[in-house]
């Protein structure tokens, strides 16, 4: 199963969600920095409804479906708690 595969799919802890590889230390900061929305953009444009990024040290995961960013903020808000960033 793939990330884009559905919206219905749980994403399990082993699911492939796709994503620049960005580099070694620093992820996709460099590109980030350059340009925040260009660089969100691309991550729907070229990965789909999920992309899952790195910058520096903190993993990402960027839902892009409506249907997704309904499920999270709506249908299962409980599940996620805002933190520091």
């Known amino acids: 199963m793939t990330a884009s595969a559905g919206l219905n799919n749980t994403l399990t802890a082993d699911t492939h969600i796709p994503g620049p590889r960005g580099s070694f230390l620093l992820g996709s900061v460099p590109e980030f920095r350059r340009d925040q929305l260009g660089f969100v953009?691309?991550?729907q444009r070229e990965f789909g409804a999920v992309a899952r990024y790195r910058l520096g040290s903190m993993q990402f995961i960027q839902v892009n479906h409506p249907d997704g960013v309904q499920r999270i903020l709506q249908e299962i808000n409980r599940n996620y708690v805002k933190g520091e960033y």
């Open 41 to 43: 953009q691309r991550m």
